[in-house]
């Protein structure tokens, strides 16, 4: 198995960027796909991106087109999510989640996630 870990998140004003990390310890890294999902207080979890184990391939939802970023670095067991022009819409708990078979915008095919890392953008 795969432990995650996200980090980066924080206050920025509307229109800023920011950029998560999720780190990942286990030695089977490169073989996962990745994803980050977020869930805003009194909602449901939603898919943000999602990226292949080999970094062909990415999904992004529509809220979050054009805005954001999915990529990862396998020699650094890191998955990264680069969010511009954030929006106080954008505000949520990020969570990062890994899995060796699922890929794409379905949370229950997750096998793994993070405790999250909270985002907070101001109007």
């Known amino acids: 198995q795969v432990q995650l870990v996200e980090s980066g998140g924080g206050l920025v004003q509307a229109g800023g960027s920011l950029r998560l990390s999720c780190v990942a310890s286990?030695?089977?890294?490169?073989?996962?796909?990745l994803a980050w999902f977020r869930q805003a207080p009194g909602k449901e979890r939603d898919f943000v991106a999602a990226?292949?184990?080999?970094?062909?391939?990415?999904d992004v939802a529509d809220s979050v087109k054009g805005r954001f970023t999915i990529s990862r670095d396998n020699a650094k067991m890191t998955v990264y999510l680069q969010m511009n022009t954030l929006k106080p819409e954008d505000l949520a708990v990020y969570y990062c989640?890994?899995?060796?078979?699922?890929?794409?915008?379905?949370?229950?095919?997750?096998?793994?996630w993070g405790p999250g890392t909270q985002v907070t953008v101001s109007s």
């Open positions: 286990g030695r089977t890294f490169s073989v996962y796909n």
């Open positions: 990226i292949r184990w080999s970094g062909g391939f990415t």
């Open positions: 989640a890994s899995s060796p078979r699922m890929y794409g915008s379905l949370r229950n095919g997750y096998d793994n």
